[in-house]
């Protein structure tokens, strides 16, 4: 009889170990990390620009950040530049760089916006 009741207590045990490995993998797989797509490709490929020409009279604001608005034409072109916050010197050269912009031609007019900031650093000798 004690026999029996050993070979009970076992299969319990094998019947809970099993049930929880089951859960487990169960969990496991709900879980894990299935591996992301990649990104999509990029709508705007710039193909060229001027060097911004921020006048010498002209000082940007120290971490002031300058955004300009703009859509891209579908012949990759730059229409309505226009700066988001004012209207002085910078945010009017900011203005005509953008305007320089030329981009791979895309299917659909794409509104579009770049910041600018001004970063200046001394430099080790």
């Given at each position: 009889?004690?026999?029996?009741?050993?070979h009970?207590?076992?299969?319990?045990?094998?019947?809970?170990?099993?049930?929880?490995?089951?859960?487990?993998?169960?969990?496991?797989?709900?879980?894990?990390?299935?591996?992301?797509?990649?990104?999509p490709?990029?709508?705007?490929?710039?193909?060229?620009?001027d060097?911004?020409?921020?006048?010498?009279?002209?000082?940007?604001?120290?971490?002031?950040?300058?955004?300009?608005?703009?859509?891209?034409?579908?012949?990759g072109?730059?229409?309505?530049?226009?700066?988001?916050?004012?209207?002085?010197?910078?945010?009017?050269?900011?203005?005509?760089?953008?305007?320089?912009?030329?981009?791979?031609?895309?299917?659909?007019?794409?509104?579009?916006?770049?910041?600018?900031?001004?970063?200046?650093?001394?430099?080790?000798?």
């Amino acid at each position: 009889m004690k026999t029996n009741v050993l070979h009970r207590s076992q299969s319990r045990r094998i019947w809970r170990f099993g049930a929880t490995l089951g859960v487990l993998l169960l969990v496991t797989g709900c879980v894990a990390t299935h591996p992301s797509p990649p990104p999509p490709a990029p709508e705007l490929v710039l193909l060229s620009a001027d060097a911004p020409a921020i006048p010498h009279d002209c000082a940007p604001a120290a971490g002031v950040v300058y955004r300009t608005n703009f859509d891209v034409q579908t012949d990759g072109t730059v229409a309505r530049a226009t700066p988001a916050n004012g209207d002085g010197c910078v945010q009017l050269a900011l203005q005509q760089w953008v305007s320089t912009f030329r981009y791979q031609p895309v299917s659909r007019e794409i509104p579009s916006v770049i910041d600018w900031m001004q970063v200046t650093a001394a430099r080790d000798r």
